[in-house]
């Protein structure tokens, strides 16, 4: 199990609610996310180079698109067309000319 940083007074807290507060604190967590994602998105711009890992491996691209919940990047390493979620996104490190 990932460890949130959580103390153990909280993780006790949680795991006694029942199934209504569970789908609340669900929906309150959802909510965040979809928050940092949007923050996230914000920082991106078109022809920002990103890469993600897909079950194909790393995927390299650049950014043409800020869709509204998503990112379109166009792959760089011949891999297509892709809508990733932002928080998946990693800026590339620019490379310095020597």
Known sequence: MVSLGLDAKLKGELMSLNM??????????????????????????????VWFDSKRGRVEGKVVRLLKKNVAVNSTNGLGNWRVYPGNLNRMEEKVSE
């Open 20 to 49: 209504g507060d569970v789908r609340e604190a669900f929906s309150l967590l959802r909510a965040r996310q979809d928050l940092l994602a949007k923050e996230m998105k914000k920082s991106f711009k078109v022809g920002d180079l």
